[in-house]
């Protein structure tokens, strides 16, 4: 069912520091810092070759990254990002199959405008999961 592997997102402390290390010292082309008030996050794009890598900031005063950064301090993997054709049937398959979906269970617009959802990361071996329909 799942697709291409879209990215990989990791939870950053301080987002000028991070994106200093990828573009100066790991030789990454980033993008600009891009605001996601919707859901709580800063958020920088770092575009490889074959897949991206999503640099996440606490935005707000109850940002889900900012809990993540608690437990957390120094920064680190925050979810993983999978693309799926169709994210309803996604959704209902892995309900089917008793793998706990987040939140309403309805998907929302996610960082790159496509439809998400999240699945609960203790279903998948402590890694939370994200599924993204990548073309509508
Ligand atoms: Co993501």
Request: hydrophobic residues 40%.
């Amino acid at each position: 069912m799942i697709g291409r592997f879209n990215h990989v997102a990791i939870a950053v402390p301080d987002l000028e520091v991070a994106v200093a290390k990828y573009r100066d010292v790991l030789g990454a082309k980033v993008s600009p810092p891009q605001d996601e008030p919707d859901h709580g996050v800063t958020v920088v794009f770092i575009e490889l070759p074959n897949t991206k890598v999503e640099l996440l900031h606490p935005l707000g005063e109850k940002s889900p990254i900012q809990a993540f950064l608690d437990k957390n301090p120094g920064g680190g993997i925050h979810h993983v990002c999978y693309e799926v054709d169709d994210i309803y049937a996604a959704r209902d398959r892995l309900q089917s199959q008793g793998a706990r979906v987040l939140g309403s269970g309805d998907p929302k617009i996610g960082a790159h405008g496509n439809p998400v959802l999240f699945l609960h990361p203790k279903d998948f071996f402590g890694t939370l999961v994200e599924l993204e329909q990548a073309h509508a």
